[in-house]
């Protein structure tokens, strides 16, 4: 990888970084996302953070100790983003499962809609780098599955929702 191939990953990180962090402020703003909490939720949030901060630290661990055993498998971008990510789904599916992933005033179809269109953006450009130039680079795991491991990430959490506010609902009709 060449200098001008590095100096262009590095400005689409960060232009990408400033558009998402311009549609979250996008989406606060228009009351979207609006992160009103009662205390039991405070709680379960808290419990979720600790569980999602531990699994961050193990993950982080058992990819320093993967690659002193197995030798470097995954470029640093790629194994960030994994750990990041399983720490991330650990937080969300128990903020889920103990109601405590919505605000109070959030609806959640606004969820759903938002995290298919995520799974689905991140999964398609995923696909693309699949087909265009594959997620390994001289046998190492590249930064190019970064897409692919955000859009199963957001689809696994997806899929705990769904599940979850199916059997929620057939609860609270029998």
């Known amino acids: 990888m060449g200098a001008e191939e590095r100096m262009g990953i590095a400005v689409g990180l960060t232009v990408g970084l400033a558009v998402g962090l311009l549609f979250v402020a996008l989406l606060f703003r228009k009351k979207v996302l609006d992160c009103t909490f009662d205390e039991r939720q ?26 002193l055993a197995l030798g470097r498998w995954c470029d640093a971008m790629a194994g960030g983003c994994l750990c990041i990510a399983v720490s991330i789904t650990v937080f969300a599916v128990i903020c889920i499962l103990k109601d405590a992933y919505l605000s109070l005033r959030e609806r959640p179809w606004k969820i759903i809609v938002l995290f298919l269109a995520l799974s689905l953006f991140n999964l398609g450009l995923g696909t693309v780098q699949i087909l265009r130039r594959g997620l390994l680079e001289d046998g190492v795991l590249s930064f190019r599955a970064v897409n692919l491991i955000c859009g199963v990430m957001t689809l696994v959490i997806l899929a705990v929702y769904l599940v979850n506010f199916s059997l929620e609902g057939r609860e609270e009709v029998e």
């Open 42 to 67: 405070e709680r379960a949030r808290g419990v979720a953070f600790r569980y999602g901060f531990f699994t961050l630290m193990g993950s982080v661990f058992l990819y320093g100790a993967s690659e």
